[in-house]
């Protein structure tokens, strides 16, 4: 929790104003930022500064496990943080490729799970990883992104959070995740909850023990509407101890994962927190 306060303080006391765009709003940001999650000890890395919202979070990787690519299914795993994108993105509305109401488009899941091959079949990057490392093997390329240009054009977003490495060292796992741009008050939040929660599962479904995430930033940034809020409200705050994760200990496969688990699955120990903020989400 401290890391994340102290990215917060550095992009006030350090940041530049940059103008963005995509959403005519200028955010302050800093370059490179590095998190660390102590995972195999269950420090969960939920804000308490704020009430945070872990199970949206959750959903939406596990949405991106799953293969996913519209808002609906999205929402009915249990989190609405597609809906923007999918429904009210005018560049995306124009779009040819999008096939109506919620599609996403070829984003995040999809490239997970069905990269399109030149010969027209397609590849799943996340079964390989499961299977490999089920195995004990590392092959120091267990790598999955989402990042593929040549199909931006067909969806709604580019990954934010774009690559995941997984090593293994002995029988513990740990995993290395990148992120190009990141929207610290309302996406941080969810994104350190993802890490730490994508090498919780892949550890319990691998039969391995979880070991340290290493979270890995480039763009950071506090978008101009946003900057009072943190200024003059959160960070004013004393955090509270890190929250522990349970995860039903039934959940032993990546086909568990794609079929029966919901949110109902996973609960938070220990859960401190101030009240809520409400920060404004640029679309
Ligand atoms: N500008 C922007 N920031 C983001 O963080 C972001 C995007 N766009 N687009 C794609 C996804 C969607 N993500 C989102 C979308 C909404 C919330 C959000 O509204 N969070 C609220 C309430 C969450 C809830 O009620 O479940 C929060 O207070 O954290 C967070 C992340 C992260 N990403
Ligand atoms: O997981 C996510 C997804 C998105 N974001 C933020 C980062 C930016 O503020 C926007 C994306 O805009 P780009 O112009 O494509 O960079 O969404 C996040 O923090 N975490």
């Known amino acids: 929790m401290k890391q994340y306060l102290a990215l ?44 945070s919202f872990y199970k949206s979070a ?17 929402r009915a795993l249990g989190t609405k943080t597609w809906d923007a994108n999918a429904n009210l993105n005018e560049a995306w509305l124009n779009n040819p490729h999008r096939k109506g109401e919620d599609d996403m488009g070829r984003v995040y899941g999809v490239q997970g ?36 240009p040549g199909e931006f054009g067909m969806g709604c977003l580019r990954p934010c959070m774009h690559t995941h490495t997984f090593s293994l060292l002995g029988d513990t796992l740990h995993l290395t995740s990148y992120q190009r741009s990141c929207d610290v008050p309302l996406g941080l939040n969810f ?19 979880a070991g340290k ?6 763009n950071a ?12 409200v959160q960070l004013k705050r004393e955090p509270f101890p890190s929250p522990q994760l349970k995860i039903n200990p039934k959940i032993t496969s990546l086909e568990d994962l794609e079929t029966w688990v919901t949110m109902d699955d996973f609960e ?10 409400k920060y404004p989400f640029s679309v």
Request: hydrophobic share 40%; net charge negative.
């Open 8 to 51: 917060c303080q550095r992009i006030i006391d350090q940041g530049t104003w940059i103008e963005n765009e995509r959403t005519g709003k200028r955010c302050l940001t800093v370059i490179n930022a590095d998190l660390e999650y102590d995972v195999g000890n269950n420090q969960f890395p939920m804000i308490t500064t704020r009430k």
């Open 58 to 74: 959750i959903a939406e990787f596990l949405g991106y496990m799953r293969g996913y690519d519209n808002a609906a299914d999205f």
């Open 113 to 148: 799970r069905a990269w399109a091959k030149p010969d027209g079949t397609t590849l799943d990057q996340l079964k390989k990883i499961v299977e490999n490392l089920k195995n004990g093997i590392d092959d120091r390329a267990e790598i999955l992104t989402f990042y593929n």
């Open 191 to 209: 994104n350190q909850v993802q890490v730490f929660a994508f090498l919780a599962l892949m550890a319990q479904i691998t039969g391995k023990k």
């Open 213 to 218: 995430a290493y979270h890995k930033i480039v």
């Open 221 to 232: 940034h506090i978008y101009e509407d946003q900057l009072e809020l943190m200024q003059e």
């Open 268 to 277: 938070v120990v220990g859960y401190q927190c101030h009240d809520a903020i």
